[in-house]
């Protein structure tokens, strides 16, 4: 193999990395503040890709951009005053189970309505395209792709670390009664932070909706690397989360380049399995209760 | 003889009223005596995972087959029962097709479509000398050194699968001398349809370039669509399955690759889904809703009326499988699997909607019919969301034996085990 495809390889691996976060980012988010292992948080990927389908015939791509995302994040609203808030601060057993179940129901209301067959969903017209970065020649979508995941990642890190918002989250998850002795009520924090979690996962569906398979159990596709980008990175850890999704990435695209890619999803997982061996908390968990 | 016959029937009347009295009219008695009355046949296939959508056709066809089965008085007078269930894997398919023989007297197993399951499934039909026929799983080894006495095989194997599209690309010059590349999904039905795949290369004097064995639970395919263009390829030979070949064939669109495609797994849900503008390419189907023959259009009418969709290729294996075995027991008036085995062994004509009948070859009880080659049209072809595809004619043509595309006995034999 050339030098040459090593480093497209590289490069593709570090943008591939870049969309296990959209969904990585939320879980741990959520995970954060309240407690609760969202096993559901897949599904609300899909159901992300699926508003996409039904609402773009008539706002377009452009529009069910913006209004698939919103109607994942409420929907997020929903799920975390009618269920999420019944386990804040319980056995993580008792939150894995109720969004184990989650997930199924919400697979299963996917299949009854669309179908199990996958559904066809591509790219619009005025994003296709390649674009030549020096002799390295990529899919424009991708790089598109890259520009408004970063663009995510930026805002999140600025929400969470310049606003009066952010502030009260990361004191809250630090420590909920202080929040509450000094008279803020954490309930609408956990509300949005649910909406900003869930919303994402469903935004990565919308984003992903145009290259992947669309189908009722695409949520479950996703959710393993997505923890596994998690553990490794540190749970509540931001730029863990960031390093270990790039990381996953990286390995993934190099064993495929130099032509282990039948050991490329195992290779994902020796990684986590290293990590753990020698940062049981994860890359940058050593504040496991913090998030920043 | 009239008077004999009176008394014979009255005492047969007294004695069953006395049987009835005598048992208490027990409900579980009478729930036995109903169930004798139905003929009961079990359906297994994957209803989810990476299979699941291919499995959504093959049940929906099933219950259509048993229905239409039953509105034309079912099977010997009898009414049939369908038992339909999620496969899941390969070590829940052989527990509930045990159970589906044991508990519920099925008088055979149908569907399929994991290699692996059809594997299990087929030792526990044969230690409980039960037929299965097979309407999904395509590994040639199945009908090789796997096969088995009680299993049949409506799916294609892959050696026919290979043989009928490599037809299309030797006549388009894509073999002799001609570089390919492969990728091939990391299970058993790939690694077996990469064999054969390299067997009919070597024989037609082509080489492969690349292939790269690929997780069944990978989405992404850039790395390799990377490595594609580098290797510069004449073809791109796709070995994938499920919802992999969908994802592949949209991010190939994506990455505005130009390579010919081609690939030998294939099933219409996935270029379905795929759509217009990304599905690209050769490929070889057992079936497809286009066919121009009554049957087919019987058959797609039937389907679209009652699901509101084109039926795809599954869905004709398991309603082709059902119908044979309905047609077998009414014209034997037995539904007892070694009277049946023998029936279809004895080499029996079957209408599969095609142009002509098909049988199966007795050696390795693998269905002997006719395949097609469908190409993507092009965009600006395209009128409506199934119909993406142009066919060739039959394969083999209507001068050929049937056996032309079939895995010779060198290639892959099978001894039954006794």
């Keep these: 193999m050339s030098a040459m495809l090593l480093a497209q390889q590289i490069l593709n691996g570090l943008l591939d990395g870049v969309y296990y976060l959209l969904i990585a980012l939320g879980l741990s988010l959520i995970f954060s503040l309240g407690g609760i292992v969202n096993l559901a948080h897949g599904a609300f990927y899909a159901i992300g890709a699926y508003l996409t389908l039904v609402l773009s015939p008539w706002l377009g791509f452009g529009g069910s951009f913006v209004a698939a995302p919103v109607a994942v994040a409420m929907l997020g609203i929903v799920i975390e005053r009618t269920l999420f808030r019944r386990f804040y601060r319980s056995d993580p057993i008792l939150s894995l189970l109720m969004t184990f179940g989650l997930a199924m129901v919400a697979e299963q209301a996917l299949r009854m309505i669309f179908g199990a067959p996958p559904l066809s969903y591509s790219i619009p017209p005025w994003l296709r395209g390649q674009v030549a970065i020096g002799s390295f020649i990529y899919s424009f979508y991708r790089v598109v792709l890259l520009g408004i995941a970063a663009t995510c990642i930026a805002g999140l890190w600025l929400l969470l670390q310049k606003t009066s918002f952010g502030r009260v989250v990361r004191a809250g998850v630090q420590n909920p009664d202080m929040v509450g002795a000094l008279g803020i009520s954490l309930q609408p924090y956990m509300s949005a932070v649910a909406a900003l979690g869930i919303g994402l996962a469903g935004f990565a569906g919308v984003l992903l909706a145009p290259i992947y398979s669309i189908h009722p159990a695409m949520g479950q596709e996703i959710i393993t690397p997505a923890f596994v980008v998690v553990v490794i990175g540190g749970l509540g850890s931001f730029w863990g989360v960031v390093a270990a999704a790039l990381l996953v990435g990286l390995v993934k695209g190099v064993m495929v380049g130099i032509g282990y890619s039948a050991a490329s999803t195992a290779a994902i997982y020796l990684l986590m399995l290293l990590v753990l061996l020698f940062r049981p908390r994860g890359l940058f968990g050593e504040r496991i209760t913090r998030f920043e | 003889m009239s008077n004999n016959n009176q008394f014979t029937r009255r005492s047969l009347l007294k004695t069953a009223g006395g049987i009835a009295l005598v048992s208490g009219i027990s409900a579980p008695a009478i729930l036995r005596a109903q169930t004798a009355e139905v003929i009961r046949i079990g359906h297994l296939t994957p209803r989810t995972g990476f299979l699941g959508p291919l499995g959504e056709y ?15 008085g ?109 990728l091939t999904a990391d299970y058993s039905f790939g690694h077996d349809l990469l064999k054969v795949s390299k067997r009919f290369m070597e024989a037609n004097g082509g080489q492969f370039v690349g292939d790269d064995l690929v997780p069944t639970d990978a989405a992404d395919f850039s790395a390799y669509l990377l490595k594609i263009r580098e290797a510069k390829p004449d073809l791109v030979a796709i070995n994938l399955a499920g919802n992999q070949t969908t994802n592949f064939l949209k991010q190939y669109a994506e990455f505005g690759l130009t390579i010919p495609v081609g690939g030998f797994g294939f099933d219409t849900a996935l270029a379905w889904a795929a759509g217009k503008g990304n599905f690209v390419g050769t490929w070889p189907v057992v079936w497809h809703h286009q066919l121009d023959t009554p049957g087919s259009k019987a058959f797609v009418a039937a389907f679209t009326k009652k699901y509101n969709k084109p039926p795809e290729n599954q869905a004709w294996g398991d309603y082709i499988a059902i119908k044979i075995v309905a047609q077998t027991i009414n014209e034997l008036k037995s539904a007892e699997s070694p009277k049946i085995i023998q029936h279809f062994e004895k080499g029996a004509k079957f209408d599969l909607l095609k142009t002509r009948p098909g049988y199966f070859r007795a050696s390795d009880h693998q269905l002997m019919h006719e395949m097609y080659a469908v190409t993507a049209l092009p965009a600006d072809k395209i009128k409506n969301q199934w119909d993406i595809f142009a066919s060739s004619p039959a394969v083999p043509g209507p001068n050929e034996d049937l056996e032309v595309i079939a895995a010779t006995k060198e290639e892959n034999s099978c001894t039954f085990p006794s």
């Design chain 2, 58 to 72: 093959a049940a929906m066809a099933a219950d259509l087959a048993v229905e239409e089965i039953n509105a034309a």
């Design chain 2, 74 to 182: 079912g099977m010997m007078g009898r009414k049939v029962e369908l038992l339909k269930e999620d496969s899941v894997n390969p070590q829940t398919a052989s527990t509930k097709a045990e159970r589906m023989i044991e508990r519920d007297k099925v008088a055979c197993i149908i569907g399929e479509i994991s290699s692996a399951s059809c594997l299990t499934i087929a030792q526990v039909a044969s230690r409980t000398k039960t037929l299965y026929i097979n309407t999904g799983g395509n590994s040639d080894a199945l009908r090789g050194k796997d096969c088995q006495r009680y299993m049949f095989h409506v799916e294609s194997q892959n050696s026919m699968y290979v043989k009928t599209v490599g037809r299309s690309f030797l006549r388009d010059g894509l073999v002799k001398g001609k570089k390919w590349y492969s």
